[in-house]
Structure formats: C-alpha cells, structure tokens
C-alpha cells in the first residue's frame, strides 16, 4: 500500500523574537500527533532539515522590517498554498512597531557605532500589509491551543474557531475580579481580544493588551475612563502603544493622546 501523502508544513521566522515559533514547541505530545498529520517541511527552529517548496501551509512568524523582508515574504508567499501569520509581530507589526512613531534614524544613531551600516525600513509592519494572508493568529506570544485549532481547522478545510469577543467576557467566565473596578487599576481587558485564559487579570495585574483589538473596540470610551482613574494624556497613549502599537485600532485612539 502507498504512503498517504502529507500536507507540508513550513514555518517561517521574519523580524521578531521566536516566541511564537516555541509555542509550537511547547505542544510536545500535540506536536508529535501533529507530525502524524503533516510533514515539517521548513522549521529552522527545530530543525536543520528543508525540504523544498510548495508548502500547503505555512506559520509565519515576525514583521516586516527590511528591504529584505519584502522580498521574501512575497517568495514566501508564492510558494503557500495557505498562509498563516502567527503573533503580534506578523499580525499588527509588534513591538518594534514603536519606531513608527519616531525616527528611526534617530536610533540606530544612538545604539550603532557605524549607523551606515543598517539597512532598515523606517516601520515595521505586519504581513497583510504585503501580501495577502489567509488567516491571523493573534498574541505575544501565540496560545498553544489555538495554533492547535487553526492547523486543524486548516487541514480540515473548516475556519478556525478563534474568539473575537474581549478579555473581560473570559474574566468573567474565570469568575476573575474585575481590576478596574476593584482596585482603579488601568487594564485593557474591554477592547483587547481573548486568547491568554486571563493570565495578568487572574494574577491581579491589568491587561496590556498582547492579542490586539478585539472585533469593534470602544477604545475612546476605555480611554476617558482612564483619565477618570487619574491617567493623564501620556500614559493613555503609552497603555494603547505596547505589544500591539501598530493595529489600526491603538495606533488611531494612542495618536489622539501623543
């Protein structure tokens, strides 16, 4: 009897710090029946093994930042029959995003000794930007278990079931105390997606906000209630700029507060 043909996987790394990429890692028993599904075509973090392209799926992970990145992620892009950008970095631009709101040559001015030598763009943004993307993954880093359900879904030929609704319906069904409410502490929670099963509310400390905008986020509304907990101008638009800085959503309502 043949040997089923598996779809290939490959996973890719652009501007970014492989958190996402170890997510995948960390599924260990998961990881091994996944590798009963699919055939790891391109995964440099794992392994020094390539095999060549098309894949039917690919994970990338990381924004575009250089020259070069463009490049390649339309490279990319050609040879992937489905693409999924995986992570704040690929899906909103990430934290290096910062830069967009400042001179880049400002920094490498500042931290490089021969500033010539850095060849960047002067943002950093997210894949979609450059080339059509299947489906977003969102997160700083990535839940384990929703990569799992988006490559099921993927192989399966259904749409993942991903949560678009807010981190407070989550603390909610947690039985989570609300920060705000309790203590006036700023959290992000009413305009962020859910995705992290609570882990800063369920530890007493605010949302920052590390799976981006939630489907229809009331950013404004959330930001005059900042200011009522006594946030002046500058915090309100450091609170929208963090992991996620470059989202339409925050990057609009943080702009209104520089």
């Known amino acids: 009897m043949a040997e089923r043909k598996k ?8 501007s970014s710090c492989d958190g996402c990429q170890l997510s995948l890692i960390d599924c260990e028993d998961e990881l091994l029946a996944l590798t ?7 995964f440099l973090e794992a392994t020094r093994k390539v095999e060549k392209g098309p894949y039917d799926v ?24 489905v ?24 920094f490498t001015r500042y931290v490089y000794a021969h ?9 950093s943004t997210a894949i979609s930007d450059h080339v059509a993307v299947d489906f977003e993954l969102r997160g700083c880093p990535i839940s384990k278990h929703q990569l799992l359900e988006v490559l099921n ?7 993942p079931n991903i949560p678009r609704h807010s981190e407070c319906i989550e603390c909610k069904r947690k039985g989570v105390v609300c920060r705000m409410v309790a203590t006036g502490t700023a959290c992000m929670g009413p305009v962020v997606q ?18 981006g905008p939630m489907e229809t986020p009331n950013t404004a509304s959330l930001a005059a209630h900042f200011k009522e907990l006594g946030k002046d101008p500058r915090d309100i638009m450091r609170l929208f700029r963090s992991y996620n800085a470059n989202a339409e959503a925050f990057r609009q309502e943080s702009e209104s507060h520089g």
Not at 83 to 105: P, Y
Not at 197 to 208: A, K, N
Request: with cysteine; aromatic share 8%; glycine share 10%.
């Open 83 to 106: 693409l999924v950008t995986i992570g704040a970095c690929a899906t909103s631009g990430g934290i290096q995003a910062l830069r967009n709101f400042k001179n880049v040559k400002d």
């Open 36 to 42: 009963e599904e699919v055939r790891i075509s391109y």
């Open 115 to 123: 500033p010539e030598y850095i060849d960047t763009l002067t943002t």
């Open 194 to 211: 859910a995705g992290c099963g609570t882990l800063c509310p369920g530890m007493d400390r605010g949302c920052y906000g590390c799976f």
């Open 153 to 159: 879904a993927t192989l399966n030929g259904r749409r």
């Open 58 to 81: 690919s994970l990338v992970e990381g924004s575009v930042t250089t020259p070069h990145d463009i490049k390649r992620i339309r490279e990319v892009r050609k040879m992937s029959k």
């Open 7 to 14: 779809p290939k996987l490959a996973v890719w790394k652009f």
